[in-house]
């Protein structure tokens, strides 16, 4: 599968699970078993996905620095912004110019030259600026919150009950990769098996 045809992909299950509240793992599982994605993509499909969707509020912190804020943004378009950025910040085995090309690929077949533009400015000043700090946020819920991606009301909770450090912790904590973990079923196979 080509890359512009695999992050096609991943902008339509993200947006699928985003505007019709689908199943993440369900919709991901779909995608696998359609044939049309390849075993190598198969992990940057679901690393892309589940990462942009977990790490959401820091990605539109990050992004609404570079966004007027009056100016209307397709859903499509977010998301295309998101999905970019989030490769940028926390994947490394692709270069930023790869990733904004064929951000800007998917704007054009999708929308017009105009958005394509629009994509190209917004994922070009963030590779040239930087993302902004988090550590302007004042409030240390909010800043947690929007460091973690977890919401306000959560971070609050855990706060008033745990206490600042603790708090901070666990969402941090949250947002790392767990180990792969596997469980044979011995009525099914031996831990000895070979393929």
């Known amino acids: 599968m080509g890359n512009n045809q695999l992050r096609n992909t991943i902008l339509k299950v993200l947006l699928r699970i985003d505007k019709d509240q689908g199943f993440s793992h369900l919709l991901i599982d779909h995608e696998l078993k359609s044939g049309k994605i390849g075993a190598k993509d ?3 499909l679901t690393e892309v996905v589940y990462g942009t969707i977990q790490r959401k509020l820091t990605l539109d912190y990050y992004l609404d620095a570079f966004i007027d804020p009056k100016k209307k943004i397709k859903p499509w378009v977010k998301m295309l912004l998101r999905m970019s950025l989030y490769q940028m910040i926390y994947l490394d085995k692709i270069p930023d110019h790869a990733i904004i090309h064929e951000a800007v690929e998917i704007a054009k077949s999708k929308g017009h030259k105009g958005i394509a533009s629009f994509v190209n400015g917004v994922l070009r000043s963030i590779q040239r600026k930087g993302v902004p700090s988090t550590a302007t946020i004042k409030d240390d819920v909010k800043r947690i919150s929007i460091e973690t991606s977890h919401p306000e009301w959560l971070v609050k909770r855990w706060v008033d009950q745990y206490g600042l450090k603790i ?4 969402c941090v904590c949250n947002t790392q990769h767990k180990p792969l973990t ?3 079923q011995p009525l099914k196979i031996s831990r000895d098996y070979r393929h």
């Open 42 to 44: 198969e992990g940057l």
């Open 182 to 184: 596997v469980r044979v």
């Open 167 to 170: 708090a901070e912790a666990m």
